[in-house]
């Protein structure tokens, strides 16, 4: 069996289970779109922002970080176009000017470059709306 995606050693892997249900859904969508494209994806961070800095979508499960090694300008570009047109609905949305955001690429002078992936928060309880639409689980689903 094929990885489908790499974990920096010094994330803990644990910290994936604080990932919430939208988020680990953008999560399995970024590793097919960069899978189908023969791209790396290599997890930087996920409880903390790459940079150190402690951010909000970090702090409450709702974000995730991908090194861009690999990835030519052309592809950061598309992938971060391809993410806020069909995942707008579940991404983040800015507090500057309110347009809502599942991929950022972060390009920080003296920092390091890379992807932040990052979803809305939906109040618990409440089904992540393509969860509910597409997620129908009964028992022949598993024969
Ligand atoms: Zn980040």
């Not at 859904?25 to 790459?50: H, K, R, W």
């Not at 409440?126 to 024969?143: F, I």
Request: glycine share 6%.
């Amino acid at each position: 069996m094929k990885k489908t995606f790499d974990i920096k050693p010094d994330v803990d892997i644990e910290d994936l289970m604080f990932l919430q249900p939208a988020t680990l859904y953008l999560l399995g969508a970024f590793v097919v779109y960069a899978n189908n494209l023969g791209l790396p994806v290599n997890i930087t961070s996920i409880c903390e922002d790459v940079q150190g800095r402690k951010t909000r979508t970090h702090c409450e499960g709702r974000a995730f970080d991908v090194s861009v090694r690999g990835w030519n300008l052309l592809d950061i570009q598309n992938a971060v176009a391809y993410f806020n047109k069909n995942f707008k609905d579940i991404g983040a949305i800015s507090s500057s000017d309110h347009k809502a955001r599942a991929l950022v690429y972060h390009k920080i002078p003296g920092g390091i470059a890379h992807f932040h992936a990052q979803t809305r928060l939906f109040p618990e309880g409440k089904a992540v709306p393509m969860l509910k639409q597409n997620v129908k689980c009964n028992q022949n689903d598993w024969n």
